[in-house]
Each structure stands twice: as C-alpha cells, then as structure tokens.
C-alpha cells in the first residue's frame, strides 16, 4: 500500500494525462493486490493470482459466508458484527476487534454488510476524500458537515489545517441536525438525499439558514428533480459520493460529473438488460489489506456517461447511479417476454407527474402497490405509471394504493422495491 500522502497528492495535484498512463499505473496496483491475496487471506489459498480471472466473482451473500477467510485477521462475522452494533448504539463508533474497526451498513439491501479497516487504511480514504471534495484552490478555511448513519474512525481520521470537519448524526432528530448545521455553518454540506431535502424545504421557508459552497449528496439514489431544486435553492453544482461498505468509489468532479475512483479501485462491467451503457460493477480495491474486495459485485446499477466530461479526467465517468439491481422491474411485453423497466425511469416518470411530491412502489405476487404524497397526486401518478409502461410497450400490472409512510432519515429511502 502506499503512502498516504502520495494518495493525498495524486488524488489532488497529481494528474494522469491520459487513460493510457492511467491504465499503466493501475495494473500494476491491481497485479500486487492479486498476488499477494493468496498468502493474506485464507479463503483463496490455492489459487495462482497471476490473473482477475484466477479469483472468483462473489457477491455479498457469499462474502459474509467466508467473512473469517477474508480478512487478515481471521475475524468472524459474528465477532465484528457485535463490535459494530455495540458501537452503534452506543454512538461510539470506537469498537474494535483484533485492532482493525468495524463498521456496519445500514442493511437495506438485506442481509447487513460487515467492514474493517486499519488506520493506514482510514488514512488513504481520508487522504483520497480531501484530495477530491475539497475545491480548488481552497479559497480559505473550509468547513465540512457530513451528514450520516455512523460516524466514528473513519471520518475522525481527516483532520489537516484550514479543514475542520463535523460528524452529524442522523439518528439525531431533523431539528437537532439543523441547530448543529446553522452553529457550524458548513463550506462544504455532504448528505443523504432524504435529508438535503429537508434541509432545502427549511431553507425556502425561512427556518435554516445555510449558505454552503458545496453539497455532495451520500448514501443513496440523487432523482434529478431533488438535483434541480438544490440547485436552484443553493445556486451551487450538486455532486455525489459514490461510498458503501466496499468502499470510496466515486465522487463528481467541479463539472457535476460522477467519476469512478479508478486509481483506487478496478471495475469491471456486468451488462444489464441488454442496455450497452448499463451495468453492474464487480470492484476490486487496490487500497484494502485488512479485508479483501476482490471480484466483489455491487447491488448498484450504474450508467456509462455517453460524452467526455469538460474537466477532461481520465477517470470514468458516470451519467447516473440508477439504484439496485434488485429493484429492476420485470414486466411482461407485448409477445408476453419478461422486460426489465429500470427504476430510473419509474422515478422520473412518476416525480415528473403534477402534484407529486414523493412515493413509494413496491412490485410484489403481480401486483404494484402505490403510495403517493400528498394523496390527492395518486390518480396522476398513476397514470404516468401508466403512460411509461406503454411507451416502453410493457402491460402495466394492476395497481393499488397503499398509505405513504415517511422513513427514519437513517433508512435508505428506496422509492422502488421488488418484494417477490
């Protein structure tokens, strides 16, 4: 691993002129991590490490199943996931077992992710995140919010002068968040979309005041129709931190655009639907020791950008997080063909009806359970439920409305859902 002040410097000054150069530099990290992974970790004794194709794909269920084997500690899932949830709800955040910490994630997707980390491995994060997030040039002391379900090591480990950071606690309570945010006045806002939303609504009437230069959103789906609003409440570019359990992903650049974390992680393209610019990124981190993330598939359905980024990054660049995979509906078309209708399209079609303000889908046995806010919306949504099945030339199931319900600000709000 190397240092993380060279992390720092490559991920703010340092710039890779070309993909090419880029390529170059990353194999290179990505042919260490895969021969060293054989004598670090249990689980992939036996295996040459000479080639990605030597490792086997996994996804989450099979990693937490083979947690112990895949870390250098031998730490079971059982004993990190007691460390993590002592620390959770004693809001800690300072457990550890075998000397690595422990985080856990917020669990949406079923089964709860496990994470350890080593405090060389927090300070590449830190240094990657501060290389990325802040502007540039400084322009003056910056003051950083972010907005989130746990806080702990992590976040504790950035700290340089001029940067001041704040842990805010989403289980907190929406006016305890606002009272901490107006008291520190953040430069640099980074929060759930759920709560970017809030803190907007507040500012247009009058009951926050905030003034940030920068807001990223974190840990969930960022519609288009919240990034237009933020934008046109703050008057600042909307950007996203593509983090999880796996680890530091993406970020946009100053342009708004998503870029992949390419100089830290290895992505390859599972293909969905059909769609050429769609797919599912199986990831494998150059930067973990303590934990391995190799041939790792994400839940997430991302979309290759169709045209360069103006900042001319080398790095990926991504139109849109679109949501789960899991959350893809499949509906049937007119041959009577099972269709994948994406979840992005639901969402915009939906959001885009007059009168509504949110909702909730659940796909479940044939049936669409719609919840709409405010209720009188429901017929309008409906219908551009409705309309969207028909330009996509998919026979719309049978609908029913079922009472919207407002989520804990520290649930991952997950507009569409299949539950068969």
């Known amino acids: 691993m190397t240092n993380p002040l060279g992390t720092l410097w490559r991920s703010r000054w340092g710039r890779f002129t070309d993909r090419e150069q880029l390529e170059y530099w990353r194999q290179a990290r990505l042919a260490e991590t895969l021969r060293r992974a054989p004598k670090r970790y249990r689980f992939y004794r036996g295996i040459s490490g000479d080639c990605l194709d030597d490792f086997p794909i996994m996804d989450k269920a099979t990693w937490l199943e083979n947690f112990a084997g895949l870390n250098i500690a031998g730490v079971t899932l059982e004993q990190a996931r007691a460390v993590g949830r002592r620390a959770e709800a ?18 949406t997707s079923g089964r709860q992710g496990v994470f350890l980390t080593s405090r060389m491995e927090r300070a590449h994060w830190a240094a990657a995140m501060i290389g990325r997030a802040l502007p540039r040039p400084l322009g003056g002391r910056q003051r950083v919010a972010m907005v989130l379900r746990a806080g702990g090591p992590l976040y504790d480990s950035v700290s340089m ?38 803190y907007e609504r507040a500012v247009r009437r009058g009951e926050l005041s905030l003034r940030p230069r920068t807001i990223y959103s974190v840990a969930d789906v960022l519609d288009d129709q919240l990034r237009d609003r933020l934008h046109a409440t703050f008057q600042v570019t909307i950007g996203q931190i593509y983090q999880a359990t796996e680890g530091f992903l993406g970020i946009s650049c100053p342009q708004g655009t998503l870029h992949l974390n390419d100089d830290l992680v290895h992505v390859e393209r599972e293909p969905v639907g059909g769609e050429p610019r769609r797919f599912i990124p199986v990831i494998t981190d150059f930067t973990r020791v303590s934990q391995a993330i190799i041939r790792y598939r994400m839940g997430d359905v991302l979309v290759a950008a169709e045209k360069p980024c103006a900042c001319e990054s080398p790095l990926t660049q991504i139109d849109a997080i679109e949501g789960r995979a899991d959350d893809m ?14 979840a992005d399209f639901i969402r915009n079609a939906i959001l885009g009806a007059p009168g509504v303000d949110d909702f909730r889908l659940v796909h479940r046995h044939g049936v669409i359970e719609l919840a709409v806010t405010p209720h009188t919306a429901w017929k309008s949504a409906d219908r551009a439920l409705r309309e969207l099945c028909e330009r996509q030339g998919l026979c719309c199931p049978d609908t029913v409305r079922t009472d919207f319900v407002v989520e804990p600000l520290a649930i991952k709000r997950r507009r569409v859902q299949v539950a068969d």
């Not at 499949?330 to 063909?337: D, E, F, S, Y």
């Open 90 to 107: 004693d809001r800690s955040f300072s457990g550890k077992v075998a000397g690595l910490s422990v985080g856990l994630s917020s669990g």
């Open 161 to 198: 002068p001029g940067i001041a950071f704040r842990f805010i606690d989403l289980l907190a309570g929406v006016s305890t968040q606002q009272r901490q945010l107006q008291d520190f006045g953040p430069t640099i806002l980074a929060a759930p979309p759920a709560a970017l939303d809030i």
């Open 329 to 342: 509906l499949r509906l049937p078309n007119a041959q009577g063909i099972p269709t994948i209708l994406f």
